[in-house]
């Protein structure tokens, strides 16, 4: 069954969600979307999620989708807003729709720098983080000319964000529409590593939780590469990491960054048999129907 749900964060700040529901769900995953992507993209992934008992809260990040209000001159946020005071709305949604089940932080691209720097910051209530197709936009983990191309292009975004105090992907082809603070956030990540408002640089342990890491790589995938996703899982050493590719001939379809949302019943699988090492009894675990979890 798949609804959908609002939320207010803040007083002016309306948060849309989809929430997808099997009949008997064993985990809960809250999915942050990638920059710029609708939470309704993510339909075919939480359909085969749900397929495993597996159920999914996807946030439309604040800005996009159905959530408002859209980024401009007057309407500003930076990653803190995201991770301290969004996510934990969502966070709290699974609690109450899924009480009792092990929640999972799932982050697509940028959505992954979300769930990481929201696992560091409480991790708590968390069960495991899973980075999909998600790496450090850093340009040294580039080769050749896409590394002078990401380079100039991410700063070329930012000087656009801060000069108009909001950034016009949505025209520009790149990211969808964003608030200066994120993106001006995203282009010092491209020259220094840094992904963080704070300061707080990937590749050197800063982000100190120590809960299951799942990383995916997709391949084809030519935005987040291997060497950036490795970036990422170097920046919590203390997780136990596990990593895989997903290819083409596994999913059945051609792949990407983004078409592995399309292609997805056997990473979902995969994702089940992962969470059932996790977490004790999941394996068997018979869940609660609809019913039972409103009652």
């Known amino acids: 069954m798949i609804s959908t749900r609002t939320l207010r964060p803040t007083s002016d700040t309306t948060l ?28 075919d992934f939480t359909a085969q999620l749900s397929g495993h008992d597996i159920a999914a809260i996807v ?15 007057s309407a500003n946020w930076v990653h803190a807003d995201l991770v301290d005071v969004d996510l934990p709305a969502a966070l709290e949604l699974g609690g109450q729709e899924f009480a009792g089940l092990p929640i999972f932080l799932v982050g697509h691209s940028f959505g992954g720098h979300l769930a990481l720097q929201r696992a560091a910051r409480a991790p708590e209530g968390l069960t495991g983080v899973v980075l999909i197709a998600s790496g450090s936009v850093w340009y040294r983990t580039y080769d050749g000319l896409i590394r002078t191309r990401n380079l100039v292009f991410g700063q070329w975004f930012g000087l656009i964000a801060r000069t108009l105090g909001y950034f016009p992907g949505d025209r520009l082809g790149f990211g969808g529409r964003q608030a200066a603070g994120v993106m001006t956030t995203w282009a010092r990540q491209v020259r220094s590593g840094i992904m963080t408002d704070d300061g707080i640089a990937t590749g050197n342990g800063v982000f100190g939780f120590a809960l299951p890491l799942l990383t995916v790589r ?40 983004f078409r592995w949302t399309k292609h997805s019943g056997p990473l979902a699988a995969r994702l089940r048999s992962w969470m059932n090492t996790i977490v004790p009894g999941i394996e068997s675990a018979p869940g609660t129907t609809l019913s039972e979890r409103n009652s």
């Open 218 to 257: 997709i391949e084809r995938d030519d935005l987040a590469t291997e060497a950036g996703v490795r970036s990422l899982a170097e920046a919590a050493p203390d997780a136990p990491h596990t990593d895989w590719i997903y290819t083409s001939a596994e999913a059945g379809g051609r792949l990407d960054h």
């Open 16 to 43: 849309s969600m989809l929430i997808s529901a099997p009949a008997k769900p064993v985990a809960v995953v809250v999915v942050l979307p990638a920059m710029g992507v609708a939470a309704n993209y993510y339909k």
């Open 59 to 73: 946030v439309d990040l604040r800005g996009q989708g159905d959530s408002v209000p859209k980024s401009s001159r």
